[in-house]
């Protein structure tokens, strides 16, 4: 649904950008391509929010599998709790609800817990959830301390995850600065609009004008192209 909002208010941006900038319909057979690789790309980013979202609430699901293994139950039985508590905590949507839940209905139809994290780990495209179901796998089939994993485990994304929320209230500031930089443009544009039509009025004639009214709007996307990138930390 997330997805649907988004790709409607790139449409929506798509038909102001050509309203504004260039006052022609004409445009649209620039913008529209401009807008699809830009609906492309950001698939990307649609992947890597489910993936931070997964492994922000993976520590969580954690806690609760190690809460129900030490109240005595078996490992194929915690993850039936876990996924449990998780549909009580968290939103039904939620990637990790998704997840647990197939795991539990995987189990249901004989396959057992190193499978299913396996399986979990291969799908989710995050490297310590990836690692984690390997090191799950080795412990559980050699009759290791799976608990003990399973701790060490939560301690390390408990960490992980307060460096990453440090760097994220460093960057808000200039994440909002960045959002202003965006909108700027468009606000100047629809303030001559309505108070002085004639000041810009040149740039909306001729092929002089709308040229340079292109490469502006090149140059602001490429802008915020290295603003978002610049926003990118990794950990």
């Known amino acids: 649904m997330k997805e649907v909002r988004y790709v409607l208010g790139q449409i929506g941006m798509c038909l102001l950008t050509a309203f504004l900038f260039f006052r022609t319909w004409k445009s649209l057979f620039i913008l529209v391509p401009i807008t699809g690789i830009r609906l492309y790309r950001e698939r990307e980013v649609f992947r890597n929010r489910r993936s931070r979202r997964l492994e922000e609430h993976f520590r969580d699901a954690l806690q609760c599998l190690l809460a129900a293994m030490e109240a005595g139950y078996s490992v194929e039985n915690s993850i039936i709790h876990a996924a449990e508590d998780l549909r009580r905590m968290l939103d039904s ?7 647990f839940l197939r795991m539990t209905r995987r189990m249901q139809s004989g396959c057992t817990a190193e499978e299913v994290f396996e399986d979990f780990g291969e799908r989710s495209g995050v490297p310590d959830i990836r ?3 390997g090191i799950f796998s080795i412990a559980k089939r050699s009759g290791g301390d ?3 994993v399973i701790r060490a485990m939560t301690d390390t ?6 460096v990453y929320r440090e760097i994220q209230t460093v960057l808000l500031a200039k994440q909002f600065e ?5 909108a700027m443009p468009y606000l100047m544009l629809s303030y ?4 002085s039509p004639g000041f810009l009025a040149p740039l909306y004639a001729g092929i002089t004008g709308h040229a340079i009214m292109l490469v502006l709007y090149l ?4 802008c915020c192209i ?10």
């Open 219 to 222: 140059l602001y996307r490429g």
């Open 146 to 148: 799976v608990v003990r």
């Open 192 to 195: 001559f609009l309505l108070f």
């Open 226 to 235: 290295a603003a978002e990138r610049m926003a990118l930390i990794e950990i």
């Open 178 to 182: 960045v959002g202003i930089m965006k």
């Open 131 to 133: 690692t984690f179901s």
């Open 93 to 99: 949507g939620e990637p990790i609800t998704e997840e």
């Open 157 to 162: 994304l408990y960490e992980k995850q307060e």
